[in-house]
């Protein structure tokens, strides 16, 4: 599937975001709460009252948890109660789903200003049983089920291809979670060597345990406003400029996609054509990366644009794409250091905006002009947002 969301005559900005602060287990929240909390801090951010909301577009992985109708039971800690609203779930990309809803909502004149929220509460659900309950799980368990298994062999795959090191994918760990120190919301905030993420638990070669992300429980929410709105509640908003998903199912364990991920190929392609970008590497300011694990992170430099067919190690290795380079990557920490899979896509997006609207404090990149957010999930789905601290 195919869907762009190009430049409108009404011009739609995020005004605010608010994240919770995510961590492995919230045993003091109940979701509603969690959901809450998320949802809280971003009317304080826009400094605006939830009566000022116009619509609720929510969403998470329903069956990670097992509880089904999250629009209609978490309306309390939506603050949906008579509004209008709708749920979205399309595995990893619900966070980036949801925000291209909250956009078109506002921009095809619907609603004047629209808030959307992803969470995930995964300490009280079961993650590898909600991602093979339609499977043999004698089989499944034991094989390639799930993100570890799929990802072990894609990456088996991509250092085949291309030459890429467990080296400079560990530095993709270090560089990550380094980042993340500052970033007060992150769950994994840690000061990591090579040599720690090389020594790490095997999970499955060449996948370690600080080669991938964590589940978290956490939530984030963000305020899209029309142009009217956005200027009177946020001097300097994040402008979306364009929008574009694509949704495609590999076939007969088609690794060659997950090595080039042509979803994303095609979609900053044709997001890059919208917003003028000729080069996104001196061009883009800041990238929020959709990276499940170090390897994705690598041969996603190279589907976005970023550098050449296999050259997605020696980028790390130049530190292009470090918080000093020329386009740093997930200021943020990133999916490696935060995984609250219904949240994960748009904490991309709210990672974005806050740099464009220069929020970041200690993450923030200076003169953010541009920035971009993915989305990953599904079989191998891709979505991209670009933002603008221009209209």
């Not at 004149?109 to 049983?129: N, R």
């Not at 339609?134 to 990456?155: H, K, N, V, Y």
């Not at 430099?301 to 000093?324: H, N, Q, V």
């Not at 609250?340 to 953010?368: D, F, L, Y």
Request: glycine letters at 10%.
């Amino acid at each position: 599937m195919r869907t762009t969301a190009r430049r409108s005559k009404r011009n739609v900005a995020i005004v605010a975001t608010g994240q919770t602060d995510h961590r492995s287990k919230r045993p003091d929240v109940n979701i509603i709460e969690m959901i809450n909390e998320a949802v809280r801090r971003c009317l304080a951010d826009a400094r605006m009252t939830i009566e000022e909301i116009d619509g609720i577009v929510i969403g998470n992985m329903e069956h990670f948890e097992g509880i089904f109708f999250t629009e209609m039971w978490s309306v309390e800690g939506a603050g949906s109660f008579l509004k209008h609203g709708m749920k979205i779930t399309t595995g990893g990309t619900t966070g980036t789903s949801l925000a291209l809803a909250g956009y078109y909502h506002v921009a095809s004149g619907l609603f004047d200003t629209v808030m959307t929220i992803g969470w995930e509460k995964q300490s009280e659900g079961e993650t590898t049983a909600g991602l093979i309950f339609q499977a043999d799980p004698l089989w499944e368990r034991a094989t390639m089920s799930g993100a570890i298994g799929s990802f072990a062999a894609s990456a088996a795959a991509y250092m085949h291809k291309y030459g890429i090191t467990e080296e400079q994918a560990a530095k993709v760990a270090v560089k990550n979670r380094k980042n993340a120190l500052n970033n007060p919301h992150a769950h994994l905030r840690m000061d990591l060597t090579v040599e720690q993420v090389l020594k790490s638990k095997m999970l499955a070669y060449p996948i370690k345990m600080l080669d991938m992300c964590p589940t978290s429980d956490g939530a984030c929410a963000m305020i899209f406003a029309s142009e009217e709105k956005a200027k009177k509640i946020y001097q300097n908003p994040a402008w979306v400029i364009a929008g574009v998903t694509r949704h495609d199912q590999p076939f007969g364990g088609d690794l060659q996609m997950v090595v080039n991920l042509r979803t994303l190929r095609s979609a900053t392609e044709e997001a890059y054509k919208i917003s003028g970008i000729k080069d996104p590497l001196r061009d883009l300011d800041v990238a929020e990366l959709y990276e499940p694990c170090t390897f994705a992170e690598l041969s996603w430099y190279e589907a976005a644009g970023f550098c050449g067919p296999g050259e997605g190690g020696k980028l790390i290795d130049s530190g292009a794409t470090y918080m000093d380079g020329e386009l740093p990557v997930n200021p943020s920490g990133g999916v490696l250091s935060t995984n609250c899979i219904g949240a994960t896509a748009m904490i991309r997006v709210a990672e974005a905006a806050i740099q464009v609207m220069g929020k970041g404090g200690q993450r923030q990149v200076p003169n953010v002009k541009r920035a971009m957010a993915t989305g990953f999930g599904g079989s191998w789905w891709s979505d991209v947002m670009i933002l603008s601290k221009t209209p």
